[in-house]
């Protein structure tokens, strides 16, 4: 028999708690792949939503549980709550869908979800005003944040990465003049050529399309390559040649083809690439792409510049993958920093002298960003920071040191915050 949405959720919901990623969980899903479109939002709407508000979720749970119960009771109560708590859905449709889940054999415990998920409902709007955005933040990000930051702040990120984030294009530049994109696409410019959207749908169904005008892409992810531009402004852009690093899903690199460098783009992923170049073949791209690991990347070529787009934790986008939250990345983290630190290197051998490297991460932890270049400079003495101009931003908020930039989460948070990246701009100077 075909599963309902919400247990689909609670299964889901569970893949999460045993450390798989999301779309892994979604796409191995054979009863999510068989529902309509509809129940499959509904499915993305309630996991996302309480991944994101997961710490919440769980306090206030844990305010009328009084006794330990199995795991798939405990996300039965998740997915009840989520909804009752921050989802548009009538209570008594959640609470019967909840009972009804949890009247089946393996299950047993209809009683208690009803009495759990009925006082949650009665007491909704108490719940509500108790509950801290910073909850929802795991050790190893607060922590860090805190230290960095400060609380104020930690707090104003988890709030922004509490809510769906905001879905921004970026337009080709010979066809941004060509019409009024803040009204075909019913947004507003933020930066460049980015529009941010004030509408909800498939991005497939948004006006040209299939066109090739444009793609998907965060306004903090089309940062380095403005950056890039700065640097090569007055150059014959097909005669510089740029090399990036981790390229799929593709924003930087269509940036990058619109521009015009000659490109050459690596990615290790076999998945990510065949998404990336039926992006390019949409877009009407054709850089060079490669399916490798940088680290075992061999080639005569020296570039003028490097673009890396480090692996890291994403700590910096949880609102986008917030699955992150609840997937234990502190034991990944020493093995990302060893990896970034490896693939700064191999990228330095590659790069021509005066050339620039350009490191990002999607990441606010600052041994990911900061405190990783340090350390790079200290044992890499052909190398400098390289002065990134106060106005090359074009009026973005951003925090500038140096040759290093990060963009904050809470940064437009009136029109639905940033994605928090960290940029270091490094030259050659030596070989």
Request: glycine share 4%.
């Amino acid at each position: 028999m075909q599963k309902n949405s919400r247990e689909i959720s609670v299964h889901i919901i569970s893949e999460i708690y045993n450390d798989k990623s999301f779309e892994d969980a979604i796409n191995d899903n054979q009863n999510y792949v068989k529902l309509d479109d509809r129940d499959k939002s509904l499915v993305r709407m309630i996991t996302l939503t309480f991944f994101r508000r997961n710490g919440e979720v769980n306090h206030v749970i844990k305010k009328y549980l009084k006794k330990s119960v199995d795991k798939k009771i405990m996300n039965i109560l998740r997915v009840g709550a989520t909804q009752i708590l921050f989802l548009n859905i009538p209570h008594y449709s959640v609470v019967n869908t909840s009972v009804n889940l949890s009247k089946k054999k393996i299950y047993k415990l209809s009683g208690l979800v009803n009495a759990i998920l009925r006082k949650i409902s009665m007491d909704k709007e108490k719940l509500i005003n108790e509950l801290d955005p910073i909850m929802n933040l795991p050790d190893w990000i607060k922590i860090d944040w805190i230290k960095s930051y400060g609380e104020e702040k930690t707090r104003k990120f988890a709030r922004i990465f509490s809510k769906k984030p905001p879905l921004d294009i970026n337009i080709k530049e010979k066809k941004f003049s060509e019409r009024n994109w803040e009204e075909h696409l019913d947004g507003e410019k933020i930066y460049k050529q980015v529009i941010r959207l004030n509408r909800n749908g498939l991005v497939t169904d948004l006006p040209f399309f299939d066109r090739g005008d444009w793609w998907v892409q965060s306004a903090s992810a089309s940062i380095p390559v403005e950056i890039i531009n700065e640097f090569f402004k007055k150059d014959i852009k097909e005669k510089i040649k740029v090399l990036e690093v981790g390229a799929a899903p593709g924003g930087k690199t269509f940036q990058l083809c619109d521009n015009n460098y000659d490109l050459t783009a690596i990615d290790i992923s076999k998945k990510r690439i065949k998404k990336l170049e039926e992006n390019l073949k949409r877009l009407n791209f054709s850089p060079k792409i490669i399916n490798a690991d940088i680290l075992e990347f061999k080639t005569n070529k020296i570039f003028d510049c490097v673009l890396i787009d480090s692996p890291c934790s994403a700590s910096g986008i949880v609102s986008r993958n917030p699955d992150i939250l609840l997937r234990n990345k502190k034991d990944l983290l020493k093995g990302l920093l060893h990896k970034q630190m490896q693939i700064l290197v191999k990228c330095s051998s590659l790069l021509k002298v005066e050339g620039i490297m350009v490191y990002v991460v999607c990441s606010l932890i600052s041994d990911e960003g900061k405190n990783q270049i340090k350390y790079f400079l200290k044992k890499n003495k052909g190398f400098k920071m390289k002065k990134v101009s106060k106005n090359i931003l074009n009026g973005l908020k951003y925090k500038l040191t140096d040759g290093m930039l990060t963009i904050n989460p809470d940064d437009y948070e009136n029109i639905g915050g940033m994605d928090g990246f960290f940029i270091a701009c490094l030259e050659k100077t030596d070989i």
